[in-house]
């Protein structure tokens, strides 16, 4: 049936109103952090940079970085300039690592992206298939053995799981280095790299999707529990529907949406385990970045990667939102 020309108004309307809310945030996550450290007693050069990397600077430096941000003039130049800055993306200078933040940030990224974006696509998979079938076989040995399983997992910290499994595959067997996302001077190319990048990031990989199974796991087993109540669910049983189709195309596809609702929701959470996880594993990601950073008491590097995580969250948010759409255009009209 064709879409009327009143309701298309009115999901133009809606979709400008979720639009504007992502871009209200995205504003807000600015202002936070452009006001934050000039609201701290003395000037802004201090409040950014801070006393120790003071110490470092030369006059010639700090002078560069004064009129570089416009930190001798008022709060809406330096909001400009601070502005105009980032959209030629550049987040400040880094004392420590004497380069500008983006670069380092750039060089640091790909390595959390890869261990997040693989554990997130892994852990949601398997979660889901797993809640599907424990949900439809309830009260089996397997669905008790599953929901023990995934209770003990989720009671665990990310870091602790991947403590056990360093001791136990790295230190104790061998199996897995301790350390790092490439062996050092060993000069792989080609096979021989990837196989090596693998081997570093298989035993971080495992402890996050361990970590980050259990809630997909639990929310989609219940969804199914609510869901094989249904009556569309028994009309189909009725029709003599085989099996694997009520059990995927109709009950495990309409139990999807709180979960991927939920799948928004953890990549906060995801991105918190990623960046303990890589310290433990010692693994050159955003976490041991902001290790350094938070040690070396870098501000402008310590601000330049929350920035980019809120950033990251907030994309993400926006891309289940599309996602929730496509699963449920019911919820288009409902916004």
């Known amino acids: ?136 076989r309830r009260g089996s040995k397997l669905d008790g053995c599953m929901l023990s399983g995934m209770m003990f997992l989720g009671g665990m910290p990310d870091f602790f799981i991947g403590i056990v499994l360093l001791l136990l595959f790295g230190v104790t067997l061998g199996w897995a280095p301790l350390g790092g996302a490439m062996s050092p001077y060993a000069g792989h190319d080609g096979i021989d790299l990837v196989l090596d990048l693998a081997h570093h990031l298989v035993l971080p990989l495992i402890s996050l999707v361990l970590v980050q199974l259990a809630p997909t796991y639990l929310l989609t ?49 995801m991105i918190t385990g990623a960046l303990f996880l890589e310290i433990v594993f010692s693994y050159p990601g955003v976490g041991t970045l902001l290790n350094t950073a938070l040690s070396a008491r870098d501000y402008p590097l310590i601000q330049g990667v929350l920035l980019i995580v809120t950033v990251t969250v907030l994309v993400t948010n926006f891309l289940v939102d599309m996602t929730y759409v496509r699963l449920d255009p019911r919820v288009r009209y409902a916004r």
């Open 221 to 269: 087993r219940n969804a199914m529990l609510t869901t094989l109540r249904a009556r569309f669910i028994m009309t189909a049983k009725a029709t003599g529907l085989k099996e694997g189709a009520i059990r995927y195309r109709h009950a495990g596809r309409n139990s999807l949406l709180p979960v991927v609702t939920a799948m928004g929701m953890r990549v906060p959470n």
């Open 1 to 136: 049936m064709p879409i009327s020309l009143k309701k298309y108004d009115c999901i133009i309307k809606i979709d400008h109103i979720w639009l504007s809310n992502y871009a209200v945030s995205f504003l807000l996550i600015l202002i936070l952090n452009f006001v934050l450290p000039r609201m701290m007693p003395g000037d802004p050069l201090h409040a950014i940079y801070g006393e120790e990397a003071l110490i470092a600077m030369t006059p010639e430096m700090e002078a560069e970085i004064i009129k570089r941000f416009a930190l001798d003039q008022p709060w809406h130049a330096q909001l400009l300039t601070y502005i105009v800055a980032l959209l030629r993306g550049d987040l400040g200078y880094s004392y420590y690592y004497r380069t500008g933040v983006s670069d380092v940030i750039i060089s640091f990224l790909p390595w959390t992206l890869l261990l997040t974006g693989l554990a997130f696509i892994i852990s949601s998979c398997i979660g889901v298939v797993l809640g599907i079938e424990s949900g439809y």
